[in-house]
């Protein structure tokens, strides 16, 4: 299973030192991951960072003259291939990673409409469950998170709000600014 987590910066996650205990569940499981400390997204934006990420394009050859997809290349090694998402497929030809996931065997884009609708990404384990059920012996199974891409509060249900006042941390103390760093905090603790 490849989790390709939306717009989350380590600098805010606890797994990674940050000061607020943002990842608890993470945190707990750091002695069965593989933690990666220097590694970092090859553009600023998921749709540009993406096509280098899950093809054979990267950072120095952004335009690699035989490309290919990481699903196309599991597609072609037998695997059985899934991708769900919580992101709205903005066209099957206007979205990099939409093209890089119409590829998958089986596709399940859950936000159809906007990004500014709420759909938490807990509505992906059903998904996740289904497909670790799927017939198959070999599956790469891709979740895309809308994870905490903007309007923070949007990402997690009222529930979730755990982070309160001044992150001490914080560079910038007006109200707005506390305000959407504790709704960032949160979405990144939902999603863990």
Do not use: C
């Not at 994870?147 to 007006?174: D, I, L, M, Q, V």
Request: hydrophobic share 35%; proline share 4%.
């Amino acid at each position: 299973i490849v989790i390709i987590g939306e717009s989350t910066s380590s600098w805010h996650m606890g797994l990674y030192n940050y000061n607020r205990e943002t990842n608890p569940f993470l945190s707990k499981m750091k002695d069965e991951l593989f933690v990666f400390n220097n590694v970092i997204a090859p553009d600023v934006m998921t749709i540009k960072s993406l096509e280098k990420v899950l093809t054979l394009s990267n950072y120095k050859n952004p335009k690699a003259e035989n490309n290919f997809s990481v699903i196309q290349l599991a597609n072609a090694a037998g695997f059985e291939t899934f991708w769900i998402s919580n992101q709205q497929p903005v066209g099957f030809t206007e979205s990099t990673p939409t093209i890089i996931a119409t590829a998958a065997k089986h596709k399940q884009f859950l936000a159809t409409d906007s990004y500014a609708y709420t759909i938490y990404d807990e509505a992906l384990i059903p998904e996740v469950k289904n497909a670790l059920k799927a017939k198959g012996k070999r599956k790469l199974i891709f979740v895309h998170l809308i994870g905490t891409h903007r309007t923070y509060k949007k990402r997690y249900p009222k529930a979730f709000s755990y982070f309160e006042g001044t992150n001490e941390r914080t560079k910038y103390k007006t109200e707005y600014s506390k305000q959407k760093v504790n709704e960032y905090d949160n979405a990144v603790r939902y999603n863990d």
